[in-house]
């Protein structure tokens, strides 16, 4: 069975700084996608960024990075130039490639602050 | 809007009760998911909907819980004889077909609380 693991449980920046918060999981398969997503207090979930495992380039939105090292199984997300919107519970998930159900294994999220 | 709707956001009942929840998906998705989240976890799978066709079920299912998703269109979530531990935040996501493109767009969720 796969498993993500995020061993942070909460996490401070500074407005405009950068903080990176981490996570890895666990799988025999080779295909496969891991993604963030943030859930902001009493508000939906929504998706920061997602990486395919079968690409070596690390994916990249806006403020938002990953480091993917695949043979260590670790998929970190780098916010850059915090905001105080980027305040949420972050979740790190992973899902089987194509042709399987395609449901996500979520780790248990982390909580950022962003101090002003 | 036409993103993913729960109704009800909130739900107090007493243990023992039946309680049904309501999923619209986005109307061009045919995947359906449902997953619970709760307090200081991330979200647990618990069941799939392929259009009409339920195709998997967690373990964490237990005979007390039911989905349906009639005509592949919206899905009900019930739950008989609620016992606390049931208290939960239960969420819908649905998505459309494989690959690059299969993001989950989630609902806001149903918070239930059991007393």
């Known amino acids: 069975a796969q498993t993500v693991t995020q061993s942070q449980p909460e996490m401070s920046v500074q407005e405009a700084e950068t903080v990176t918060l981490s996570c890895t999981y666990d799988?025999?398969?080779?295909?496969?996608?891991l993604f963030w997503y943030k859930q902001p207090p009493s508000r939906q979930m929504i998706l920061v960024i997602r990486?395919?495992?079968?690409?070596?380039q690390n994916a990249t939105e806006n403020r938002f990075s990953v480091n993917f090292q695949k043979a260590a199984k670790s998929f970190s997300l780098k916010i850059s130039d915090s905001q105080l919107g980027d305040a949420a519970m972050y979740f790190c998930?992973?899902?089987?490639?194509?042709?399987?159900?395609?449901?996500?294994?979520f780790g248990k999220g982390i909580t950022l602050s962003v101090r002003p | 809007d036409t993103g993913v709707s729960q109704n009800p956001r909130h739900k107090i009942t007493k243990r023992g009760q039946n309680v049904t929840f309501r999923c619209d998906p986005i109307s061009e998705h045919n995947r359906l998911y449902w997953y619970r989240q709760t307090l200081g976890q991330g979200p647990e799978f618990l069941t799939y909907f392929q259009n009409e066709a339920q195709l998997e079920k967690s373990r964490l299912l237990s005979d007390r819980f039911s989905a349906e998703r009639p005509k592949g269109s919206f899905s009900t979530l019930e739950i008989q004889r609620t016992e606390q531990g049931d208290s939960a935040m239960y969420l819908c996501?649905?998505?459309?077909?494989?690959?690059?493109?299969?993001?989950?767009?989630f609902g806001p969720g149903t918070r239930l609380t059991v007393l």
């Open positions: 996501a649905s998505t459309t077909g494989q690959g690059w493109h299969n993001e989950q767009f």
């Open positions: 998930a992973y899902r089987r490639g194509a042709g399987a159900n395609s449901k996500l294994t």
């Open positions: 990486q395919e495992a079968y690409k070596q």
């Open positions: 799988t025999s398969e080779s295909d496969y996608y």
